[in-house]
């Protein structure tokens, strides 16, 4: 008893230590490209760095001015929207017959994709696509940002159908269903949880994605992250410039966590569990 | 409605075999039992016949059609699972109708089908709710009502009460055997429980390793069981198995106590001295407690009693065999009594202890 009343005070506040150590290490650089963005360009880069200032817009409004903003997050929409789609719609199938066959190998594959550096499909890909003349098309975008959303999704959603019970599918069959309908009136009803989660994690991924779309994109097809790119000059780098748009780029996919938060963790632990 | 014909069945599963060659018969409109321990191959028989598991070799006919190879789908059979499979994001009504609108049947006949179920099985009160709202029993019925809807061909049912508790384990084992009697269609239901097998089928098939031991009427195989596996498997508690040698007209036992040979069926067929070791099977409830101090029967001491009420089970020991009677509750005995008990004429088998086999 006696050890037990101690122990548990002295936990909860190592607890409270260890958070409070990686919110600050996760919340530093946050708040800092907030503020920065709210400062005047001289001021963010002065040393040591000031707390208190006069807040300011000016970068935020300069952002429109000198660069098609507007155009670049529709940019960002549409490839990421697009390819979410696309890594729901061939993912969810994909994750149910991994699932249903025990067969693992494709799911294997396509996390060692996932896991490889983008830079090793870049260049077979920037010869593919400039040979198909599709150098800065949406396109050349979507598809390759549904190689990222694309294992998200499949990996994602594995647990949750393999929630299902077997003999839940197997009622379905007896009752007259073939493959496509279990997976369209069983399968997908049962996992509508996962499919919110798979599709949130894929829009967050591919939203971020820098690489494919500073490569393959061009002046008119640029996504925002690769956009914000451009602030960054050979000169001198206009920093209020480049936290303004960060913020900016940074709210959807943060406004989305908060917003689902807790429905993201449970679901998250529900799929596995369940299985 | 359609009769069964499984004919040279193999199934494997990788290296393993689980039905080395299986042949069986059941009739159009048969209640059929598959009985036996865990890993027989009773379920694995019973999911070749839904079209859930493949086969390695044979035939497998429903009706007059060859079904190797026939998707589950489109079998024509209802199937009851053990854990009920409702769809959960069904509503009772959507679970019963879901086959009838693959199959494309008008919304109309669809209704009317779901109304006689749900009125022959007393579910008409929660047709709207989800199964996550039903208690174990109700969702019993709702897994039979989405199978008697279908009118299919044949009914197969996978050890549907063993989720169930002991007293409405009894009353649904009542329902389905009433059911089975109005329906009239083929079924084959799959328990490892003897009792379910002995109050509900017309025919029982007992399985061991993927081998059929024994079909026949309950009764028969209460009676003359095949082998010593039937025999201790069916019925409760099991028989007893007592090492006998033959000495003149009698049958003597570990103990030196002997049984008249003439109240045992098959000891005719015996001759004294042979070498062969011989087993005598009796049923608990076939040995008579005589009392103390009758003269006949074989005496035992009793070890322990368990009253059931109706009657008393008394375990005992003869030689190295633990035993069981089933006598009287009024012969009030208590652990340590001696007691008497006589053999029932005619209801002892003969095995032969090396086959198992019994001896007719």
């Not at chain 1, 696309?86 to 494709?106: D, E, K, Q, Y």
């Not at chain 2, 103990?255 to 015996?270: E, N, R």
Request: glycine share 8%.
């Amino acid at each position: 008893m006696r050890a037990r009343s101690f122990s548990v005070p002295w936990f909860t506040v190592l607890n409270v230590i260890q958070l409070t150590i990686a919110g600050i290490v996760v919340i530093t650089p946050t708040l800092w490209m907030v503020l920065s963005s709210f400062k005047p360009s001289f001021e963010v880069t002065a040393y040591p760095p000031t707390l208190i200032f006069s807040p300011t817009l000016e970068n935020y409004a300069s952002l429109s001015q000198t660069t098609p903003f507007l155009h670049y997050a529709f940019n960002s929409v549409l490839v990421t929207v697009s390819s979410t789609l696309i890594g729901i719609l061939l993912g969810a199938p994909a994750a149910f017959v991994v699932s249903w066959t025990r067969i693992t190998w494709p799911a294997i594959v396509s996390l060692v994709a996932r896991m490889a550096p983008g830079t090793l499909f870049l260049l077979p890909w920037y010869v593919m696509f400039r040979h198909f003349d599709m150098i800065g098309s949406y396109w050349s975008l979507i598809l390759t940002h549904a190689v990222i959303t694309l294992p998200i999704v499949l990996w994602v959603m594995l647990p949750f159908f393999d929630g299902i019970p077997r003999s839940v599918i197997e009622a379905a069959q007896i009752d007259g269903c073939g493959p496509i309908k279990i997976f369209r009136r069983i399968a997908v009803p049962l996992v509508s949880t996962g499919i919110a989660v798979a599709s949130i994690l894929a829009f967050v991924f591919s939203w971020n994605y820098f690489l494919f779309a500073l490569v393959l994109s061009n002046a008119q097809t640029k996504t925002l992250v690769a956009a914000s790119f451009n602030f960054i000059g050979e000169g001198a780098t206009n920093w209020g410039g480049l936290m303004a748009a960060a913020t900016l780029i940074a709210l959807p996919p943060l406004i989305l966590a908060v917003v689902v938060q807790r429905w993201l963790v449970s679901g998250l632990t529900l799929g596995a569990v369940k299985g | 409605m359609a009769s069964i014909s499984l004919r040279k069945l193999v199934k494997k599963f990788g290296e393993l075999t689980v039905i080395p060659d299986l042949d069986l018969e059941i009739p159009d409109r048969e209640f059929v039992v598959l009985v036996g321990p865990s890993g027989c191959g009773k379920s694995t028989l019973l999911r070749i016949l839904a079209g859930l598991e493949t086969i390695d070799g044979g035939e497998v006919m429903i009706g007059e059609e060859r079904v190797n190879g026939v998707p589950a789908a489109k079998r024509d059979i209802a199937m009851v699972f053990q854990d009920y499979a409702l769809y959960p994001h069904m509503t009772v009504r959507q679970n019963m109708a879901f086959a009838l609108e693959n199959k494309g049947a008008d919304k109309a006949e669809i209704e009317r089908r779901i109304t006689e179920a749900s009125r022959l099985l007393d579910i008409g009160d929660y047709l709207d709710r989800r199964p996550k709202a039903l208690s174990g029993g109700q969702r019993q019925r709702v897994a039979m009502g989405r199978a008697i809807v279908r009118d299919p061909k044949v009914f197969l049912f996978d050890e549907p009460l063993s989720n169930l508790d002991a007293k409405l384990r009894a009353a649904v084992r009542a329902e389905i055997k009433a059911l089975a009697q109005k329906i009239r269609t083929t079924m084959v239901f799959v328990t490892h429980d003897q009792i379910e097998a002995m109050t509900m089928a017309d025919r029982i098939v007992v399985m061991k390793a993927g081998v059929i031991q024994q079909v026949g009427k309950p009764e028969e195989i209460y009676e003359r069981p095949v082998n010593m596996f039937v025999a201790g498997f069916i019925g409760s508690p099991a028989m007893n198995f007592f090492p006998v040698t033959v000495e003149g007209d009698d049958l003597r036992l570990q103990t030196g106590d002997t049984v008249p040979g003439h109240a045992v069926p098959g000891f005719a067929t015996l001759s004294a001295g042979q070498d062969r070791q011989i087993v005598l099977g009796i049923r608990p409830e076939h040995l008579d407690g005589a009392g103390e101090g009758k003269g006949e029967g074989v005496p035992i001491t009793v070890d322990l009693v368990e009253p059931l009420g109706s009657d008393t089970l008394i375990h005992f020991t003869l030689g190295d065999v633990a035993a069981i009677a089933r006598v009287s509750p009024d012969l009030r005995l208590a652990p340590g009594d001696r007691v008497s008990l006589v053999p029932a004429p005619g209801k002892a088998r003969l095995f032969d202890a090396e086959s198992g086999k019994a001896i007719q």
